[in-house]
């Protein structure tokens, strides 16, 4: 046996050892063996007695969705026959060769070569492991040879494993009066891991309940009508006034397109139709609801469509309006059951945006809607306020029960409903790293520092002019990135140069007295404008976004640049371009900021010009074009999130591929300490990261060993980052990283990110 065949003997048996979590071992262990086989995938598939069928237990190279999920025949196909007869299998050329059609089609699409070797445990055959390989060359000897050397321990821990959950399963089968845990799938609106129990808030649903009736006098259910119209409007001037005091009043606009689609001529017109039909106004109401639905849902537009709910949301405060006239209900307030309940996480068939601002915000874990899509205006607020919210849950209202424990996992819009204990084991780190501080540290709005003493920069990220307290609050310095996009994508017309001028103003002004950094308007593919027609994208994350959609419209480029330009006078101010490609891109839009100049000065207007200006680094051509383009400005601030997209070409909003979203692969590391590198190169210039990596506390020694002195993060991250800093020191964070980056996969750098935080008491 040669010596990498007994390291690896080695590195598998001490991942089997090590674990309490028998298949986040085996996922470790088919990642150790693909990298060391240095094939595209591998997987292991365990024989399932109740099901007669071959179930696969760990993946590396498939979606971590086909765990459990891809069920095979034990007697057919690739796997099927490796494991009946109990023999090794190497196909190459597998589209070419007969009997394997469904293998192509099905779990193996995209490989051209598998190699399947049966797991025996005593002679009895308990599963397969197999390799694949992309190419159709057949997986050569030393392949072969490292997977027989391994399969026969491995056999033992799946076999173990296996008769494990089986007792498990069937403890759980006893308990006949227990309800049985299931998950659901959406798309999820938000990031975030969050923990609740389930509260069920009724909609626009009431009125689906209304029966036909007939009204014996027209002009009394006109009258009626008037009435409920002056009610509505009431209501809604104060769901504008509470939206303000959440969202401030430059942010609260959909509330008062609500007001205008209350004197919508077509909406009045439709109702009073349906009422000279003879029809009760409740009814009418319902009669002009399906209406518009029918006429929304044949629209190819999806953002108009969307908007149905707008439509629904004021109709119904129409309905509500009706019920309070006739003493049936009170108008609505904040929901006490609600807000008593402990972590609620209100289940919904359709949530609209005046319940949403209703609910006691401060007191939710979290949403889970069985329709909306990811443009809707409720879908924007949950975004904006950081409310973890799955959308298009099929089955939600029949499957969840109230007060029902539930976990919600944005990363893949994941929903699971009475979770098992081995379920909440799992999700127990992202649950710690996703909660936020229970009881708030003093402020300290100054640098943080490494136990050496070496000071770091956090500053916060913000979409929202009522989110500036929460900078104080969390001890950041400044605005580390303020999202300019909320506002333009709330409203139903794009605001014009003084709007956008006041809204700025306010968060450069209340800031703290520190810098802020304005991010100009990155709208496009996940981020649309209600009155901009984008048409149909095949691949909207590689089409018309960020400084490709600006520089295509100088009409919103125009008075953005310089609305953006006037607050240079009240406070110190970088401003910075999104997903600029090369060197050409950022030269465009230098000259856009010299005509916005041009025309403040020629116009009289104020502005300074000692503003900052940036790039985001997060498209990778950029890395080649950065060193001219450090002549042109004077920081990068590098997006992880967007640049990690971008990197392994994984769309992070596919729940499907969510697996090879992989933060801390070697490869991200590389390329932000190169880009480090670089910068430092250039006295004066600055470089920065903000996105989901900055408030990793666990990862940020490997940020720090890179040469990042800015971060920029959630506010309320701030306070678990900062305690993190201050147990590190820069040579240890310097040979962390130098380690990670002669890594070959991001399971070796996570286990050693683990590693070094317990050694410094980071966990």
């Known amino acids: 046996m040669s010596a990498e065949q007994l390291q690896l003997i080695r590195d598998v048996s001490q991942i089997i050892a090590g674990t309490t979590d028998f298949h986040e071992g085996l996922r470790q262990a088919v990642a150790r063996l693909a990298n060391f086989a240095q094939t595209d995938a591998c997987n292991i598939f365990a024989y399932d007695n109740r099901r007669g069928q071959l179930v696969m237990e760990a993946t590396y190279g498939l979606a971590q969705s086909c765990v459990h999920r891809v069920q095979l025949s034990a007697q057919e196909g690739i796997n099927g026959v490796c494991y009946d007869r109990r023999e090794i299998l190497n196909v190459s050329n597998l589209g070419e060769e007969e009997g394997y059609g469904q293998d192509v089609e099905g779990w193996a699409a995209g490989f051209g070569s598998v190699l399947a070797v049966p797991l025996q445990v005593g002679g009895r055959a308990i599963g397969v492991l197999n390799l694949c390989s992309s190419d159709s060359q057949e997986i050569g000897p030393r392949a072969l040879n490292m997977v027989l050397a391994i399969s026969a321990p491995l056999a033992v821990f799946v076999s173990n494993g296996r008769l494990s959950e089986e007792a498990s399963e069937h403890e759980k089968a006893q308990q006949k009066t227990e309800p049985q845990e299931i998950m659901l799938r959406g798309t999820a609106i938000t990031g975030g891991v969050v923990r609740g129990r389930a509260y069920f808030l009724a909609g626009s649903e009431a009125l689906d309940t209304i029966t036909r009736k007939y009204a014996s006098d027209v002009e009394a259910e006109k009258s009626l009508f008037q009435k409920a119209l002056s009610v509505a409007r009431e209501d809604t001037i104060e769901l504008q006034q509470e939206a303000s005091k959440i969202l401030a009043e430059a942010d609260a606009g959909i509330f008062y397109a609500h007001l205008l689609l209350l004197d919508d001529p077509t909406l009045l017109w439709r109702v009073n139709n349906a009422l000279e039909r003879r029809f009760k106004l409740r009814f009418a109401l319902k009669v002009v609801i399906d209406e518009m639905e029918e006429e929304f849902r044949r629209l190819d537009n999806e953002i108009v469509r969307e908007r149905l709910a707008d439509m629904k949301d004021v109709v119904f405060r129409i309905y509500q309006a009706v019920e309070e006239i006739d003493n049936v209900t009170q108008r609505p307030k904040k929901l006490k059951s609600l807000r008593s309940t402990k972590r609620p996480i209100v289940v919904t068939r359709e949530l609209l945006p005046s319940q949403l601002i209703r609910l006691p915000l401060a007191n939710l874990a979290g949403i889970v809607s069985e329709s909306g899509g990811m443009t809707s205006h409720v879908a924007i607020l949950a975004r904006t306020l950081q409310i973890p919210m799955v959308v298009g849950v099929k089955g939600a209202l029949a499957n969840i029960r109230k007060n029902d424990d539930v976990i919600l996992d944005c990363s893949d819009g994941s929903c699971h409903v009475r979770p098992t204990r081995q379920v909440v084991k799992h999700f127990g780190p992202a649950l710690r790293f996703h909660a936020r501080p229970k009881v708030?540290?003093?402020?300290?709005?100054?640098?943080?520092?490494?136990?050496?003493?070496?000071?770091?920069?956090?500053?916060?990220?913000?979409?929202?002019?009522?989110?500036?307290?929460?900078?104080?609050?969390?001890?950041?310095?400044?605005?580390?990135?303020?999202?300019?996009?909320?506002?333009?994508?709330?409203?139903?017309?794009?605001?014009?140069?003084?709007?956008?001028?006041?809204?700025?103003?306010?968060?450069?002004?209340?800031?703290?007295?520190?810098?802020?950094?304005?991010?100009?308007?990155?709208?496009?593919?996940?981020?649309?404008?209600?009155?901009?027609?984008?048409?149909?994208?095949?691949?909207?994350?590689?089409?018309?976004?960020?400084?490709?959609?600006?520089?295509?419209?100088?009409?919103?480029?125009?008075?953005?640049?310089?609305?953006?330009?006037?607050?240079?006078?009240?406070?110190?101010?970088?401003?910075?371009?999104?997903?600029?490609?090369?060197?050409?891109?950022?030269?465009?839009?230098?000259?856009?900021?010299?005509?916005?100049?041009?025309?403040?000065?020629?116009?009289?207007?104020?502005?300074?010009?000692?503003?900052?200006?940036?790039?985001?680094?997060?498209?990778?051509?950029?890395?080649?074009?950065?060193?001219e383009m450090l002549e042109h400005i004077d920081f990068v601030s590098i997006g992880s999130n967007d640049l990690i997209q971008y990197l392994f070409a994984v769309d992070r909003g596919n729940s499907r591929v969510t697996g090879w979203f992989r933060q801390f692969h070697p490869v991200v590391l590389r390329v932000i300490a190169q880009v480090c590198e670089l910068v430092a190169r250039h006295p004066g210039k600055t470089v920065s990261l903000c996105g989901e990596m900055a408030g990793n506390p666990l990862g940020v020694a490997f940020l720090i060993g890179a040469g990042l002195r800015h971060l920029s993060m959630n506010p309320w991250r701030i306070p678990g980052v900062r305690q993190a800093i201050s147990q590190l020191k820069v040579a240890d964070c310097q040979d962390i990283l130098s380690r990670a980056l002669r890594c070959n996969c991001d399971a070796e750098v996570v286990v050693m990110m683990h590693e070094f935080a317990e050694a410094h008491g980071l966990e």
């Open 440 to 627: 708030v540290p003093a402020a300290v709005c100054e640098l943080s520092a490494t136990a050496d003493g070496t000071p770091i920069r956090l500053g916060g990220n913000i979409s929202l002019i009522n989110e500036l307290p929460l900078l104080e609050r969390y001890g950041a310095m400044g605005v580390g990135l303020y999202r300019t996009e909320f506002m333009f994508m709330i409203r139903n017309l794009y605001p014009t140069e003084d709007e956008q001028y006041n809204v700025f103003r306010s968060v450069v002004k209340d800031g703290g007295g520190s810098s802020v950094t304005i991010r100009i308007l990155d709208v496009g593919g996940d981020k649309p404008l209600p009155y901009v027609n984008f048409g149909r994208e095949d691949n909207p994350a590689l089409g018309w976004r960020g400084m490709r959609f600006l520089l295509s419209n100088p009409q919103y480029l125009a008075p953005h640049l310089r609305a953006i330009l006037r607050t240079t006078v009240h406070g110190r101010v970088n401003i910075l371009l999104p997903m600029v490609a090369d060197l050409d891109e950022l030269l465009l839009a230098k000259k856009a900021l010299r005509q916005a100049e041009a025309d403040l000065e020629k116009g009289g207007i104020p502005y300074s010009r000692n503003y900052r200006l940036g790039v985001m680094f997060e498209v990778p051509s950029a890395f080649w074009a950065l060193p």
